[in-house]
């Protein structure tokens, strides 16, 4: 008889988190829907509310195919160099 460990043991590996910003004044903001129900709808009101009170310079929007999956290395490496600020959200 095989006995598999569900549990299994995985090391996750200390990282500093980045500076934040002073202010968002010309910062780019970065959209991440994840393919929630109403996640768009809660990213992009949030998203004006910080470009409008914030004086964030523009918001791009990304998605993923759904809440359940990460983001793949080429959109995490797209909003990188695309923007300052990311955002994502769950909404139901």
């Not at 980045?18 to 994840?34: F, K, Q």
């Not at 470009?51 to 759904?66: E, F, I, L, N, T």
């Not at 999956?69 to 300052?84: C, D, K």
Request: aromatic share 2%; no cysteine.
């Amino acid at each position: 008889m095989r006995i598999v460990d569900p549990i299994g043991a995985r090391a996750a590996a200390a990282r500093a988190l980045a500076a934040r910003p002073r202010s968002l004044e010309s910062v780019t903001i970065a959209l991440l829907d994840n393919s929630k129900p109403n996640a768009d709808v809660l990213l992009e009101r949030v998203g004006a509310l910080l470009a409008a009170r914030g004086g964030a310079r523009a918001v791009r929007a990304w998605s993923k195919p759904g809440a359940s999956t990460g983001a793949s290395p080429a959109v995490i490496e797209e909003i990188a160099a695309a923007a300052r600020v990311a955002l994502t959200a769950s909404a139901d």
